[in-house]
């Protein structure tokens, strides 16, 4: 199979969809790889490297639609793009089509097969593409909570781990998945006081099992929310009801009770934020205070540490697009459940309920089409 | 005694030099306290918690100059204030009076007694008014070196502690004293590879004892630093030699060895810098770049979180403020020769060695003084 790779083009997005060890991994599966010129360069990996690696340097876009049996993207496709896809194209990335029904039409009208990263699911349930990006986004949240409590940059002035002698700030975690885990490791790191807040009893369980002695695991309700959120320096809001809006947990009412100069930092953004008061920012302009907090809410997160992110999201993706381009994506789908719940939309048919249900189209059961 | 609370003029600095707690316990000791009006606002002390603790409110500076036999501060006087400092008054502060010939003059004419809050030293060498800025500037180093490798800030994308499958930062912290230690905890606890470089062996297996195992301790040395530098995404430079001028531990021409977007965090910067290419900036406008390299090198770093600054300042100085107040200044240099090396100019002489020479003014024996 020919996999095509290509430079992603929105704004503030550095990632690249495959490393040069993903291309020698894929060129040792006998398959011949076209990486767009400059591709890897925001996560530090140059045209020499994928050169190297066996990869054909490409200068356009257009060129790798039109040789490429499977494109490959970080995120979806943009409109400079739509007219480019080819029918039977395989199209494997980030698509968050539920969001985006002008894609959803295009990618039913091309005839193409759009794989989703984010709907691609394990038997227990969890999402192995969005993990990375949860764990680079959690860890993230608690260096911008410590940057933004600088009064410089609009905070009340404490250092998160204290000094011998003063108290560390408290950061208080709503949401204990891969976000919240992650977030809270690094804030016991740093030596704050860390509550994690979540409503799955057995979660918190485990994390009392693993988590270092100054992380206090609490059962999530909106007193616990109210109480804590008076003594919270940082707030990680880290909830996420897989496939819905974040419920919104923090309101702006609430944040009257918060310490003026409190940061909140709103990992759910990109699933509408879980505090009423947030709206998306940028990493060119990530705050805005309200109520007198401090409000960090980065949509893409992890956008900002390509380097990281690039190889974290490549580790997870390539067993799967080595898979898909081994078997085709018919056969890597019977074979893999997993792959076969990424299918969205597939040969003009929508294989995904919530993509069908988003814009009252008709859905197609995949297994009608494999 | 009178003791006097002055609100911090200069900019950028926002603690103050008695909390209410140390109110509280000068008036304990029987002293009267008059604190200027929002002395300690930005440090989240109120006027009404300064009054509940016994402090009189004072509008302006110029009557707690008129009133107060000893004046409490954080940094050295303005020269607007020059005028107001009374025959007789003890100022205790951070003075540095070996950077300002000015000030070095308005105070030796003034006849006042002035301690300076940096050069009051233990028996063992240590600086204990100095440490506790130390403890503060150390982990705040990592915190900056964290958000600058952002790509957005001109670092070059990756996140310090990595996630589960790619490798974290590497941090190279030159300098093992207060300053560095504190930085290597921050580092290790959010998983990062951690150097500590440091020329005192003795130190190095203190370091090695109490530091997690990603803590690698090395013999200081230009090869040292050179073998270092190109795997290195953060150098904090935590190099102090007490009363002169920081040696240059990296030259530009070594910039050229590094990652492209990696970050150099200068906490020497107050003593003239350990790398040949850091000029001081401020919190407003922290970082510039050479060759590539993110250069943070503000000045008076501890000045950005003044709630916990202030509590930790406040912890150190306010023992010796009370052994003063107690005993007066003559008494208390007597008694506590950690005070009396405090002693920079009293009743217009010079008594501090390194100022002496650093203007050419006649050196005079404290002893002969008291």
């Not at chain 1, 078997?327 to 597939?346: C, F, R, S, T, Y």
């Not at chain 2, 008054?89 to 300076?116: K, M, V």
Request: proline share 5%.
């Amino acid at each position: 199979m020919i996999v095509g790779v290509l430079k992603e083009i929105k704004a503030e997005e550095n990632r690249v969809c495959m490393t040069p060890a993903g291309v020698e991994v894929m060129k040792q599966n006998g398959h011949a790889v076209l990486v767009e010129k400059n591709a890897g360069t925001g996560s530090g990996f140059n045209n020499t490297a994928y050169k190297t690696a066996g990869a054909e340097i490409i200068d356009t876009p257009k060129e790798i639609f039109k040789r490429a049996d499977m494109v490959m993207h970080v995120k979806e496709p943009l409109a400079a793009e739509y007219d480019l896809i080819r029918r039977n194209q395989i199209i494997f990335t980030y698509l968050h089509l539920a969001a985006a029904e002008e894609l959803t039409h295009v990618l039913i009208e091309g005839g193409s097969i759009g794989i989703a990263y984010e709907t691609i699911q394990k038997e227990d349930g969890s999402l192995p593409l969005l993990t990375p990006m949860s764990e680079v986004a959690g860890r993230m949240a608690i260096q911008q909570g410590a940057k933004y409590l600088e009064m410089a940059q609009g905070g009340h002035g404490v250092l998160l781990g204290g000094v011998p002698g003063v108290d560390p700030g408290t950061v208080v975690i709503i949401g204990g998945g891969i976000v919240g885990t992650n977030a809270a490791k690094m804030a016991c790191g740093l030596g704050a006081k860390v509550y994690v807040l979540d409503m799955n009893l057995e979660r918190l369980r485990y994390l009392s099992d693993v988590m270092p002695s100054n992380c206090f695991l609490l059962m999530s309700k909106p007193t616990t929310v109210r109480r804590l959120i008076k003594e919270a320096d940082v707030v990680v809001g880290a909830v996420l009801i897989p496939g819905a809006k974040a419920p919104r947990l923090v309101t702006r009412e609430m944040l009257k009770t918060m310490k003026k100069g409190a940061v909140l930092v709103d990992v759910a953004i990109d699933q509408g934020g879980c505090f009423e008061t947030s709206k998306a920012t940028t990493h060119g302009e990530p705050i805005y205070t309200v109520e007198g907090v401090v409000h960090y809410c980065v949509a893409n997160m992890p956008g900002a540490v390509p380097k990281t992110s690039t190889l974290a999201l490549t580790n997870a993706t390539l067993p799967y697009a080595v898979e898909i381009a081994n078997k085709g994506w018919k056969k890597a789908m019977q074979d893999n459940p997993e792959i076969k719940l990424g299918a969205n939309v597939v040969r003009g048919k929508v294989t995904y309920q919530g993509v069908a249900e988003a814009f009252g189209l008709e859905y197609t059961p995949i297994d009608k089409l494999i | 005694m009178i003791v006097g609370v002055l609100k911090e003029i200069k900019a950028e600095e926002n603690r103050v030099a008695l909390s209410p707690g140390g109110v509280e316990f000068m008036r304990q000791n029987g002293h009267s306290v008059l604190v200027e009006k929002n002395a300690g606002r930005a440090s989240g002390f109120g006027n009404a918690g300064y009054k509940n603790a016994g402090a009189e409110i004072v509008e302006k500076p110029v009557e707690v100059f008129d009133r107060a036999e000893m004046i409490l501060r954080v940094k050295e006087p303005q020269s607007s204030e020059f005028e107001f400092i009374k025959k007789g008054q003890i100022y205790f502060a951070y003075l540095h009076l070996a950077a300002s010939e000015d000030l070095t003059r308005a105070i030796i004419d003034a006849g006042s007694i002035n301690i300076a809050y940096e050069t009051i030293q233990k028996a063992d060498g240590s600086l204990p008014l100095l440490t506790p800025m130390s403890e503060v500037a150390g982990p705040m180093a990592i915190q900056e070196g964290a958000k600058y490798l952002e790509m957005a800030q001109g670092g070059h994308g990756v996140l310090l502690g990595g996630v589960p499958g790619v490798d974290p930062g590497t941090v190279m912290i030159i300098g093992g004293g207060a300053v560095g230690i504190n930085a290597a905890k921050m580092a290790c606890g959010l998983g990062a590879k951690v150097y500590i470089l440091d020329i005192d062996l003795d130190r190095l297996r203190y370091l090695s004892d109490v530091m997690p195992s990603h803590c690698i301790t090395l013999m200081s040395s230009p090869a040292a630093i050179r073998d270092v530098l190109p795997k290195a995404d953060v150098v904090v430079g935590a190099v102090l030699v007490p009363g002169s001028k920081t040696p240059t531990v990296i030259t530009r021409e070594m910039l050229k060895i590094m990652k492209k977007g990696s970050v150099l965090i200068d906490v020497s910067i107050d003593q003239g810098g350990c790398f040949e290419t850091a000029k001081e900036t401020t919190h407003a406008d922290p970082i510039y770049s050479i060759d590539g390299i993110v250069h943070y090198a503000v000045s008076n770093m501890p000045g950005a979180l003044p709630r916990t600054s202030t509590l930790a300042l406040n912890n150190a100085t306010l023992p010796y403020a009370v052994e003063i107040a107690n005993k007066g200044w003559r008494k208390a240099m007597q008694d506590n020769p950690e005070i009396k090396l405090g002693a920079n100019v009293v009743q217009g002489h010079v008594t501090y060695e390194g100022v002496a020479e650093a203007f050419g003014f006649k050196l005079i024996n404290i002893d002969s003084l008291l």
